[in-house]
């Protein structure tokens, strides 16, 4: 069974760094694009960052020069390197990967989400 587990949200002061990681286990043969999206109270999701197998990447423009994303194939984990945060910057932050199992199956999957709070 697939498993997304998330790690390193928290509480961070504006102008402070977070990084959050999130690991993918379970049966997993490969895994294509794995991406961050975000939530914030009383919006819609959206994605923050995506990385491609061939380590393509893609931001949203308000994050653009202060998050990096990055992907370490050996490990199916996935990374979200957050700088310069700002307050609306908080929202629940969900991973999520394309992967295809041992046995054919492909799908996407979500992370439980971890909160990340920007205040002062």
């Known amino acids: 069974q697939v498993q997304l587990v998330e790690s390193g949200g928290g509480l961070v002061q504006p102008g402070g760094s977070l990084r959050l990681s999130c690991a993918a286990s379970?049966?997993?043969?490969?895994?294509?694009?794995m991406g961050w999206y975000r939530q914030a109270p009383g919006k819609e999701r959206e994605l923050v960052a995506d990385i491609s197998s061939g380590l393509k990447t893609n931001y949203a423009d308000s994050v653009k020069d202060r998050f990096t994303i990055s992907r370490d194939n050996a490990k199916n984990t996935v990374n979200l390197q957050m700088n310069s945060l700002k307050p609306e910057d908080t929202a629940v932050y969900y991973c999520?990967?394309?992967?295809?199992?041992?046995?054919?199956?492909?799908?996407?999957?979500w992370g439980q989400g971890t909160q990340v709070t920007v205040s002062s």
């Open positions: 999520n990967m394309y992967l295809i199992q041992y046995g054919g199956r492909a799908s996407y999957y």
């Open positions: 379970g049966g997993i043969f490969s895994i294509n694009a």
